[in-house]
């Protein structure tokens, strides 16, 4: 873990750029016909991203995770933050080129334009979709790449990925046979199915990031089981941020990968009664006992976590 949070207000510094970072992202995606330079804006809020994510990668996961699985409120801008960042992690690593990286991030950030205010009603709502919903939601991928299109958008690349990003069957020829707009819509179809999953809504518990990891991977033949696989080797079986249950019936939450892939370091935040521990303490898994036993939702976790305290832990 990076250097830079070894004080309190480092913690709240970094904290707080990722907050306003979202909830700048947020006002473009709910106003984008106020916003003015639109798509310039989009460009400096992915600069942003990949600024913040070069300090620390496992910090960023951790941050995000954390958004992610504590609470639906404001769940449009949350999600395409987490898929944005995934997929600025996992471009590289299917060897794409830059320009299919940039509009890969570009097109996480927008997929939903459509249906921002909706999205955002839909994770609060306990009763199902209604009619009129569920056809905004059958519809909203065309509708988004119409919205950018409307908005002066000129990169095809990245509109073609947001109109193609629900599109079925993509996964059933070699990747880098696809398309450019079919490649990088499997990958966005992929990550936005995973952040989709560890995400709360008001209708049920967001599902721990491991069920969510086996549910991505798919079949052995098919571009799914690539992409799966990739994201969960990049962000680990046990994803920073998430929180894990050992074998000694401890609860700890991980803090960042070590050499194997599912023996991360954890904290220690809750002992085998339920009870928090404070401080908590440092585990290096990959050293012995107790190992994780498995993972578990967010919401299995009702105590306060004092996150600085566990982020403190990597960097001694």
């Not at 707080?16 to 804006?41: C, H, K, M, T």
């Not at 620390?56 to 395409?80: C, E, K, N, T």
């Amino acid at each position: 873990m990076s250097l830079i949070l070894r004080t309190e207000d480092d913690y709240e510094d970094l904290l707080g750029q990722w907050s306003d970072l979202e909830a700048s992202l947020g006002v473009i995606l709910a106003y984008p016909n106020s916003a003015q330079e639109f798509e310039a804006r989009l460009y400096q809020y992915g600069r942003w991203m990949q600024d913040l994510i070069a300090h620390d990668a496992h910090l960023a996961l951790y941050l995000l995770f954390q958004l992610a699985i504590q609470s639906p409120v404001g769940y449009s801008a949350s999600h395409a933050l987490v898929c944005a960042v995934l997929c600025h992690l996992i471009g590289p690593e299917l060897a794409l080129n830059q320009h299919e990286c940039n509009s890969l991030e570009l097109a996480a950030f927008t997929m939903n334009i459509a249906m921002t205010h909706m999205q955002d009603q839909l994770a609060t709502q306990v009763e199902k979709p209604s009619h009129e919903q569920q056809v905004a939601i059958h519809t909203h991928a065309t509708k988004s790449a119409l919205v950018l299109r409307e908005l002066g958008i000129h990169n095809e690349l990245w509109m073609s990925t947001v109109d193609l990003h629900h599109k079925e069957g993509l996964s059933q020829a070699n990747l880098h046979q696809l398309t450019p707009p079919h490649r990088l819509a499997l990958v966005l179809q992929v990550v936005d199915r995973y952040a989709a999953m560890i995400s709360p809504r008001q209708s049920r518990e967001g599902r721990s990031a491991t069920e969510s990891a086996q549910s991505i991977v798919g079949g052995e033949n098919s571009n799914n089981h690539l992409v799966g696989k990739t994201l969960v080797r990049l962000v680990g079986q046990y994803p920073p941020g998430t929180f894990v249950q050992l074998d000694d019936d401890k609860v700890a939450v991980v803090i960042q990968h070590s050499q194997h892939s599912n023996l991360p370091d954890v904290a220690i935040v809750l002992n085998s009664r339920g009870q928090k521990v404070n401080p908590p303490t440092l585990h290096h898994t990959f050293e012995g006992s107790p190992r994780i036993k498995k993972a578990l939702p967010a919401a299995a976790v009702q105590e306060h976590i004092n996150h600085h305290l566990i982020l403190q832990l990597g960097v001694r």
